[in-house]
Every structure is written in C-alpha cells, then in structure tokens.
C-alpha cells in the first residue's frame, strides 16, 4: 500500500487530498468526480475502442507498441526523481513498463476516477499489489496540485488533442519539471492520410481538437519550449528537456 507522507513531499502546501479507496487520492471532495470518462460505459468505451491496437493502426497509422517503447525510454533517461504520467488513463499501453520500475516513486494522475481504478487493478494484477512509492491521483492537468520543480520525469500520452488550451498544460508542465527533467508526450495530429477525415468528424463533435503540426509545434515555442518530434501516422510523439 502506498505511503501518502511521501506524496506530500510534493504537494502543493495549499492542496488538501482525499483518500477515494486504498491507492487512489483524490483533489476533490468525495463523491465529486468531474472526469468526462466517469459517465456510465465511457470507460468501457475508451478501454475497448480507443486502446485497440487494431484501431490505432487501421485508423490512425501506428503501432500501440510504440506508446510503451516512448514509456520505457523516458524512464530510462534519468536515474532517479519523481515520474508524472500525466492523464494516465487506464495504463493500457503501460503498465507493463511501470510494473518494473519499483526505483522511483510514480504519480498516476487523471481527472477520471473510473480510468484510474482500471490502471490501479492493471497494475496489481502484474505486481500483486501497489508499492509505497506509486501514488494514483484525481485531478486536474490544467491546474496541477504539486510544487514547482516537483519532477524529473512527465509523460502524457495522447492529452493534447483533448484540450482546447494547451499553453496551460504546457505551462504547468513545464513548472513542476526540474531544471534538467524531460517530458515525452503524444497526440493526435492532422496528416495526409486518409483519417483527416475521421479527425476532423470527431473535431466537429467537440470529442477532440484537431490541430496540424505546425499550430501544436506553435504552442510549445510560444512557451519556450524546445522540442523534438517525429511523426507516426497521425500521432507526434514530442519530446522535451
């Protein structure tokens, strides 16, 4: 079971957290879960559609595996410090990588306590139990409840494109980062595929943002923030520090 004196080294003096169940904490008051995947079979939805490997590659161009891979050498680019998997989802595509990194304490943050319980019983069923160093947590990326310089390492897979307001997560990123952290992230991009299309329906019906490379490689140099990317598909995977 976790240890939550150590997630308050972290913790912004001004934040009161909520233990939910055994693991999870919660930045909210109990019973308030503002999460768009917490209505009923949205996280069912999102585990069975939008993590299919089948369905990231027919429709969108790349390989599940690659999530997991971006995962695994992020972790490995620092030896030690805090991790934030940020908007973490349901670990679908990690939780393998993070069953093996018991060296260094991890937050699992995301604003979905359903998407959140799956990705804590994903990880207990590979590690039969949670260790005291990894922490799940029920807030809000726009508004991040830990101390600047918090963390060495922050990865957040496939965020961006659900935000109208990137600048702010980019922002916070950028301020609970140490000064030689480093940041992996994905999202959805426009491309010259065929799937264009598809994005741009699902823009059209407020389910994500659709944004060329250009505008989303626009917002980080706005922050001041100098990125390498490569693009897969419609996905770019970006990587910061």
């Not at 912004?12 to 233990?19: A, F, I, P, R, Y």
């Not at 055994?22 to 949205?42: L, Q």
């Not at 069912?44 to 299919?52: G, Q, R």
């Not at 997991?68 to 030690?80: F, R, V, Y």
Request: proline share 2%.
């Amino acid at each position: 079971m976790t240890d939550p004196h150590i997630l308050s080294a972290i913790i912004s003096e001004d934040v009161s957290l909520n233990l939910i169940e055994p693991d999870i904490y919660s930045v909210y008051s109990i019973g308030d879960s503002p999460g768009s995947y917490d209505s009923i079979g949205a996280s069912t939805i999102y585990d069975v559609i939008a993590c299919n490997r089948f369905y990231n590659w027919l429709m969108w161009g790349y390989s599940i595996k690659n999530y997991a891979t971006l995962c695994e050498d992020s972790l490995a680019a620092s030896s030690g410090g805090w991790v934030l998997d940020l908007a973490c989802g349901s670990l679908a595509f990690t939780a393998e990588i993070y069953a093996n990194c018991s060296n260094r304490p991890v937050v699992f943050l995301d604003q979905s306590l359903k998407l959140l319980a799956k990705g804590k019983s994903r990880l207990e069923k590979l590690k039969g139990n949670i260790c005291e160093n990894m922490f799940f947590l029920h807030a809000d990326a726009l508004q991040l409840p830990f101390k600047e310089n918090s963390f060495q390492t922050v990865i957040s897979l496939n965020l961006l494109h659900c935000l109208d307001d990137v600048k702010t997560v980019l922002r916070e990123i950028k301020r609970v980062l140490t000064l030689r952290g480093n940041s992996a992230l994905t999202t959805l991009i426009q491309s010259n595929r065929w799937s264009n299309r598809y994005l741009n329906m699902l823009a059209g019906s407020g389910a994500l943002i659709s944004r060329s490379s250009d505008e989303l490689l626009s917002a980080f140099n706005d922050m001041e923030m100098q990125v390498t990317h490569e693009i897969r598909g419609n996905l770019a995977f970006i990587k910061y520090g």
